[in-house]
Each structure stands twice: as structure tokens, then as C-alpha cells.
């Protein structure tokens, strides 16, 4: 691995590390039962997605 000959300065550095923060997810409600979900995701309670059901929740395995 090569090692650095000058030392890189704060403002480098801390230009690099400007993506590194943490984020919180983006919630939507679900028209249907009123929970929260992650967007472009099927509701965990209830299985719809944008007004459709996708996974039958009431089936079980």
C-alpha cells in the first residue's frame, strides 16, 4: 500500500467524509391501514401498495 508523502489537511478531508452521515428513511403512510412503511415499499400490516393489494396478508403459510 503506498503511503501518503504529505499530509492531506482537514478541509480535504473533511470534503471526503461530507457523505458519510447517517440518514433516517423516508416514511410514507399507507392509504389503506394508516401505518407507516418505507416508500416504494408494500405495507408490512397490510400488504397494499399504492392502493393494490400485492401480498395477501391473510393467507398463511
Not at 12 to 32: E, F, M, V
Amino acid at each position: 500500500m503506498p503511503h501518503p508523502k504529505r499530509r492531506h489537511s482537514a478541509t480535504r478531508r473533511d470534503k471526503r467524509r461530507t457523505h458519510d452521515k447517517a440518514i433516517a428513511p423516508q416514511l410514507a403512510i399507507c392509504s389503506n391501514c394508516g401505518s407507516a412503511h418505507l416508500y416504494h415499499t408494500v405495507c408490512n400490516e397490510c400488504g397494499y401498495y399504492r392502493g393494490k393489494l400485492a401480498v395477501d396478508k391473510t393467507a398463511t403459510a
